[in-house]
């Protein structure tokens, strides 16, 4: 079911000196940051050849990276992001082996597709996007 | 500098059902386990057609996982890997810039290839290993 690893998402607590890391030290293609106020998050894509990791910094109050940076100050691995064919396939397949979408209804993701987040707790410890691709 | 991202290693408390999830409700293709024992783990590789998730379970008693699944029972992301051309010279590039190597002499990881961990306090909150791939 699932394909590829979209991507890798990293909450960081200063958004420039990371993409400064990973452009300057670590070499690698780093976007510039884009605003998704209705994510609540500011984004930077860090593209590796075969993948992506996202840099995520908290946007305005209610963002949900800030309360994540609140209980992990240096920042840390946020979720990783599978793609799935059908999303409302996927789903259903997940929830009926008894696991815990945080939204069962899809919704649109950082990307404009279709995005369902998996219980942490159900899926060894980890934040697990599936989006539709 | 950095290409591919290698894999993402996810500690598990039960690697059973971790496994039997990603072979199961989540359809992937996953390996029998590997116990390596110089590294005190057991590991699951989950092969996905970009990169792969490896899956660690403690195996015996000075188990590096273990620890981190003391912090984190329900399991988490232990670190990512990225691959690199050449480890001494990943090194010596990452330190100049004043980042911490846990280890800065390469040591042979897990699939047998030079590895270099780097320190998570100065790589936003994630451990990073560079892998010469």
Chains 1, 2 share one sequence.
């Not at 998402?9 to 200063?14: G, K, S, Y």
């Not at 780093?30 to 860090?46: A, K, Y």
């Not at 082996?97 to 939204?103: E, I, S």
Request: glycine share 8%; net charge negative.
């Amino acid at each position: 079911m699932i394909g590829n690893l979209n991507h890798v998402a990293i909450a960081v607590p200063d958004l420039e000196s990371a993409a400064a890391q990973y452009r300057g030290t670590l070499g690698a293609t780093v976007s510039e940051p884009l605003e998704l106020p209705e994510h609540g998050v500011v984004t930077i894509f860090v593209r590796l050849p075969n993948t992506s990791i996202e840099l995520l910094h908290p946007l305005g109050e209610a963002s949900p990276i800030a309360k994540f940076l609140e209980r992990n100050p240096a920042g840390g691995v946020h979720h990783i992001c599978y793609e799935v064919k059908d999303i409302h396939a996927a789903v259903k397949r997940v929830t009926a082996d008894g696991y815990r979408a945080l939204n069962p209804t899809p919704k649109i993701g950082a990307h404009g597709k279709p995005v369902v987040f998996l219980h942490p707790k159900d899926f060894n410890g980890v934040l697990v996007e599936l989006e539709e691709a």
